[in-house]
């Protein structure tokens, strides 16, 4: 595929024959930016979207899921268009927010599918709201105790987060690439529109201070005040899939297989050819398999 034929394609793709509602809504005190579409009388799927991103992380999911579910995304505090409070962002305030988000629409029954940060979200969302969750999708685990960390590791993470902070420094196209190559590994599939929308994200007023918070949230202490136990694995009682990326030999395959070894009956899912965002850079098979253990 040419640069040309690449930049071309854009997010309204995904979106532009779909019926959906577009909105604001008081998230537990957050005013949260979301997308609805699908079935009004059908099952329940709220997707929880990663860090730094958007509810548009799953946009080459919404359409297909929205066809048998009534489907929401929304913006984490702190990312997107939702409010961004000047305080650091734990994974506590998020599900709090989920907690209000769900409360606020009157969803009595939801099925969880979440990437990255937004699996653990949601998954110590299932812990502490049982009976409100049906099933439970993680793709790309995080949120566990980092056991055994070596110097190295420490210091890629440290990299890592530095790069993250300084593409909202004058954000540009570039430095959005650079933020997608951690996401996305083939250059083909970060289409321009993804990169520009995350640039006019990005160029909002005091941006530089909300990453700040938003990086803050997941620093020692906030971390392992917030870290999925062994304990809170194993008392999910709630059907749940792990969706693995065995060809990215990172950090999040190794708590997806400390997820898989804890949570009871897990069904256990294997994705190839993505590395961080299975959702999108593998999105029929991510699709099929959820929609369908959704369904069973």
Not at 7 to 34: C, E, M, P, Q
Not at 36 to 51: E, L, T
Not at 130 to 155: C, D, F, H, Y
Request: charged share 25%; hydrophobic share 40%.
């Amino acid at each position: 595929m040419s640069n040309a034929e690449r930049d071309l394609r854009s997010i309204w793709a995904f979106l532009d024959r779909l019926a959906f509602t577009h909105g604001y809504v008081d998230a537990a005190g957050t005013k949260t930016r979301y997308v609805n579409a699908g079935p009004k009388d059908a099952p329940v799927v709220v997707m929880v979207h990663g860090m730094g991103g958007t509810w548009e992380n799953f946009i080459a999911n919404f359409a297909e899921f929205s066809k048998s579910f009534n489907t929401y995304a929304f913006d984490l505090k702190g990312h997107g268009y939702s409010d961004k409070p000047d305080e650091p962002y734990a994974v506590s305030g998020y599900v709090e927010q989920l907690e209000g988000f769900v409360k606020a629409l009157g969803l009595t029954k939801i099925h969880l599918f979440g990437l990255s940060i937004g699996g653990w979200i949601s998954t110590k969302f299932t812990v502490r709201n049982p009976g409100l969750v049906e099933k439970l999708i993680v793709m790309s685990a995080w949120g566990r105790l980092r056991l055994n960390e070596t110097e190295e590791e420490r210091q890629n993470g440290m990299q890592f987060l530095a790069q993250r902070a300084k593409s909202v420094e004058n954000p540009s196209l570039e430095k959005m690439d650079k933020v997608f190559s951690q996401l996305i590994a083939d250059p083909e599939q970060r289409m321009l529109d993804l990169l520009t929308l995350r640039m006019r994200v990005y160029s909002q007023p005091n941006m530089v201070r909300t990453m700040e918070n938003v990086f803050a949230g997941i620093m020692p202490p906030l971390w392992e005040e917030n870290v999925l136990t062994d304990e809170e694995l194993k008392s999910i009682s709630r059907p749940t899939m792990i969706i693995a990326c065995p060809d990215s030999e990172d950090e999040f395959l190794v708590m997806a297989h400390q997820y898989r070894s804890l949570i009871p009956d897990v069904e256990w899912c294997e994705v190839f050819g993505a590395s961080h965002w299975p959702q999108w850079e593998t999105a029929d098979q991510v699709n099929a398999a959820s929609i369908e253990f959704l369904k069973g």
